[in-house]
């Protein structure tokens, strides 16, 4: 990876030890999807309380930039009302997509994500979770949005 | 069209063929990926092509362009023999007794489409079976799940052994009276086995059904003779065997083609039209709707001479002699590999898992090395269900590929252990 070498090291870092990666009990919110190119699988978990995301967790399997950016997520978003995780979840989409310059504070760790946006076939590794957290938000409860067709 | 300017066999050259000769007939191996020399390894994906071939199509198009069997003038004409031409080169190529047992098509998919609509519908009904493989790429699963929900019909499968082959052993009981086609990889792209076709086109017809082959891997990568294989229809690409895209077609048996239906209607594949309704020409130009890609074929065809100047069992015995060199190498580096290990009933398409670093991961960190492979689950997620794996990385090897380059790729996995310990 051209990634820089500390940036590296923050995506394994997380990748080897995902931080909240467990099951949430009794969570009111949780979602599932995931990634048919490479099989990469996210599930999220949050408690909502008083508006903001009290508790928040993932489960799942892939690559080093989903699931570090899935284990980056849950940190970034713990304690967040709604709407800032939401605009946190907009602004890292911008950063993916080369429209956002991330702000160091803000952005902490996930920072380390921005190599990635050399890799186009690799951003939608990088969002997946941020998908699964926007769609837990929605309370819409199953994956994204249009059921797939069946035949 | 083309003179054949191909590489001579020099003795003593891996598998009879000179490999380095054949790389000079492919600009694009020369390109580097960053300070690093480009190692293609996914040809299984799609092939470079030689000179000789962006040539003819770029000669086609600059000096005898005009639509085929149309033009009552000189460029049409030269039109028309050029795209029959190819037809030509195409059936010899697969060992076809005329030309027009040829549909041209713009690639497997559209192929096995074809026979899953023209064939399906107009011969399958509720009670009737279609039997597919679990290693089949989804263009040869997606078209008959379309069918069978349309005629009623029943999809079964062939599952697969542990060691990637077509588990035989409950054939008696899969392939019945009720069985009216059987659909079947001749190489599969996922795990790189080779099928026993005349075996199962034997069984197939002892029980009235017929059988259809995706050679989208095995018509690049091993001689073909349809007849002996007593094959019905074999969809093959063009783009996979140093042909440009959109470019493939159908082979079948007169008999065959001659009771499907068209898929597409248009111009062309009429004979005459009626307020209510049309007569269709017969195969295989009743197939051919529409405008094709009268180019493309044309450049198909100098592949094909391309192909045949080097001898396919010329480049069968490459392929299984590089094949067996990366799966020595690779097992001995500590991959897991999926699909058979002896390179003798194999193609060169290495699915493997590399400890643990996720296929996409290992390709990325490959790519920095200028080793291009693919990772992914290789449109055969049944076959990835079957081992576990929602993925794999594969490396794929072709005419023009070296001993070193395996090397280049083992070199590189060791960068990615590295960065991953
Ligand atoms: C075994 C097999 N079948 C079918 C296809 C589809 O080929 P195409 O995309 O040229 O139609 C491929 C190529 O990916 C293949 O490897």
Same mark, same amino acid.
């Given at each position: 990876?051209?990634?820089?070498?500390?940036?590296?090291?923050?995506?394994?870092?997380?990748?080897?030890?995902?931080?909240?990666?467990?099951?949430?009990?009794?969570?009111?919110?949780?979602?599932?999807?995931?990634?048919?190119?490479?099989?990469?699988?996210?599930?999220?978990?949050?408690?909502?309380?008083?508006?903001?995301?009290?508790?928040?967790?993932?489960?799942?399997?892939?690559?080093?930039?989903?699931?570090?950016?899935?284990?980056?997520?849950?940190?970034?978003?713990?304690?967040?009302?709604?709407?800032?995780?939401?605009?946190?979840?907009?602004?890292?989409?911008?950063?993916?997509?080369?429209?956002?310059?991330?702000?160091?504070?803000?952005?902490?760790?996930?920072?380390?994500?921005?190599?990635?946006?050399?890799?186009?076939?690799?951003?939608?590794?990088?969002?997946? *979770?941020?998908?699964?957290?926007?769609?837990?938000?929605?309370?819409?409860?199953?994956?994204?949005?249009?059921?797939?067709?069946?035949? | 069209?083309?003179?054949?300017?191909?590489?001579?066999?020099?003795?003593? *050259?891996?598998?009879?063929?000179?490999?380095?000769?054949?790389?000079?007939?492919?600009?694009?191996?020369?390109?580097?990926?960053?300070?690093?020399?480009?190692?293609?390894?996914?040809?299984?994906?799609?092939?470079?092509?030689?000179?000789?071939?962006?040539?003819?199509?770029?000669?086609?198009?600059?000096?005898?362009?005009?639509?085929?069997?149309?033009?009552?003038?000189?460029?049409?004409?030269?039109?028309?023999?050029?795209?029959?031409?190819?037809?030509?080169?195409?059936?010899?190529?697969?060992?076809?007794?005329?030309?027009?047992?040829?549909?041209?098509?713009?690639?497997?998919?559209?192929?096995?489409?074809?026979?899953?609509?023209?064939?399906?519908?107009?011969?399958?009904?509720?009670?009737?079976?279609?039997?597919?493989?679990?290693?089949? %790429?989804?263009?040869?699963?997606?078209?008959?799940?379309?069918?069978?929900?349309?005629?009623?019909?029943?999809?079964?499968?062939?599952?697969?052994?542990?060691?990637?082959?077509?588990?035989?052993?409950?054939?008696?009981?899969?392939?019945?009276?009720?069985?009216?086609?059987?659909?079947?990889?001749?190489?599969?792209?996922?795990?790189?086995?080779?099928?026993?076709?005349?075996?199962?086109?034997?069984?197939?017809?002892?029980?009235?059904?017929?059988?259809?082959?995706?050679?989208?891997?095995?018509?690049? %990568?091993?001689?073909?003779?349809?007849?002996?294989?007593?094959?019905?229809?074999?969809?093959?690409?063009?783009?996979?065997?140093?042909?440009?895209?959109?470019?493939?077609?159908?082979?079948?048996?007169?008999?065959?083609?001659?009771?499907?239906?068209?898929?597409?209607?248009?111009?062309?594949?009429?004979?005459?039209?009626?307020?209510? %309704?049309?007569?269709?020409?017969?195969?295989?130009?009743?197939?051919?709707?529409?405008?094709?890609?009268?180019?493309?074929?044309?450049?198909?065809?100098?592949?094909?001479?391309?192909?045949?100047?080097?001898?396919?069992?010329?480049?069968?015995?490459?392929?299984?002699?590089?094949?067996?060199?990366?799966?020595?190498?690779?097992?001995?580096?500590? *991959?897991?590999?999926?699909?058979?290990?002896?390179?003798?009933?194999?193609?060169?398409?290495?699915?493997?898992?590399?400890?643990?670093? %996720?296929?996409?991961?290992?390709?990325?960190?490959?790519?920095?090395?200028?080793?291009?492979?693919? *990772?992914?689950?290789?449109?055969?997620?049944?076959?990835?269900?079957?081992?576990?794996?929602?993925?794999?990385?594969?490396?794929?090897?072709?005419?023009?590929?070296?001993?070193?380059?395996?090397?280049?790729?083992?070199?590189?996995?060791?960068?990615?252990?590295?960065?991953?310990?």
């Amino acid at each position: 990876m051209a990634l820089d070498d500390i940036y590296k090291e923050v995506i394994l870092d997380h990748y080897k030890n995902p931080r909240n990666k467990r099951e949430l009990p009794g969570a009111e919110l949780q979602c599932h999807a995931n990634n048919p190119l490479c099989g990469d699988e996210i599930t999220v978990f949050a408690h909502v309380d008083g508006g903001a995301v009290a508790e928040v967790t993932f489960q799942g399997a892939g690559c080093s930039i989903s699931q570090s950016s899935a284990s980056m997520m849950t940190e970034a978003v713990t304690g967040v009302k709604i709407g800032d995780a939401r605009g946190l979840a907009e602004r890292f989409r911008g950063m993916m997509a080369g429209d956002v310059e991330p702000a160091e504070d803000e952005f902490g760790d996930l920072v380390a994500l921005k190599g990635v946006v050399q890799y186009p076939i690799r951003i939608k590794c990088a969002v997946l *979770a941020w998908d699964v957290l926007q769609e837990a938000l929605d309370g819409a409860g199953s994956a994204s949005g249009a059921q797939p067709h069946t035949v | 069209m083309n003179e054949r300017t191909v590489s001579v066999k020099t003795a003593g *050259a891996v598998g009879g063929l000179d490999v380095g000769a054949i790389r000079r007939d492919f600009p694009i191996l020369s390109r580097t990926v960053g300070e690093h020399p480009l190692v293609f390894l996914d040809s299984a994906a799609t092939s470079q092509k030689p000179n000789q071939v962006i040539d003819a199509e770029a000669e086609f198009t600059r000096h005898h362009n005009a639509n085929a069997h149309r033009g009552i003038h000189m460029l049409g004409e030269e039109a028309t023999q050029a795209y029959e031409g190819a037809r030509a080169t195409v059936a010899r190529f697969l060992g076809a007794p005329e030309p027009e047992t040829i549909v041209f098509t713009r690639g497997v998919t559209e192929s096995m489409n074809l026979v899953a609509q023209g064939w399906g519908r107009t011969h399958l009904r509720e009670g009737d079976e279609i039997l597919i493989t679990e290693m089949e %790429h989804h263009s040869n699963i997606v078209p008959w799940q379309m069918t069978a929900a349309v005629t009623g019909a029943t999809l079964r499968y062939i599952p697969l052994t542990d060691d990637g082959l077509l588990d035989l052993s409950q054939l008696g009981s899969l392939l019945t009276e009720r069985t009216k086609i059987v659909s079947v990889t001749g190489m599969s792209n996922a795990l790189g086995t080779i099928t026993p076709l005349r075996q199962l086109a034997d069984s197939a017809h002892a029980v009235g059904a017929i059988i259809a082959v995706d050679a989208a891997q095995l018509a690049p %990568h091993s001689p073909i003779d349809v007849q002996a294989l007593d094959v019905d229809l074999l969809g093959f690409t063009g783009h996979k065997m140093l042909g440009p895209t959109a470019s493939g077609g159908l082979y079948g048996k007169s008999d065959v083609l001659e009771s499907m239906e068209p898929m597409l209607g248009g111009g062309e594949m009429i004979h005459e039209v009626f307020h209510d %309704h049309s007569t269709y020409k017969s195969a295989p130009f009743k197939f051919e709707a529409g405008t094709m890609p009268i180019a493309q074929q044309v450049g198909l065809a100098a592949a094909i001479d391309y192909l045949d100047g080097l001898g396919m069992a010329n480049v069968r015995a490459h392929e299984e002699e590089i094949t067996r060199y990366a799966l020595d190498r690779l097992l001995d580096a500590g *991959a897991t590999v999926y699909g058979p290990k002896d390179a003798s009933i194999r193609g060169g398409a290495v699915s493997f898992w590399f400890k643990d670093v %996720h296929p996409h991961d290992l390709a990325t960190i490959l790519n920095e090395q200028g080793v291009a492979i693919r *990772a992914g689950h290789h449109c055969a997620q049944l076959a990835m269900r079957r081992y576990g794996v929602p993925a794999t990385a594969r490396a794929s090897f072709y005419v023009y590929n070296t001993k070193d380059e395996v090397d280049a790729l083992v070199g590189a996995l060791d960068h990615a252990q590295a960065i991953f310990s």
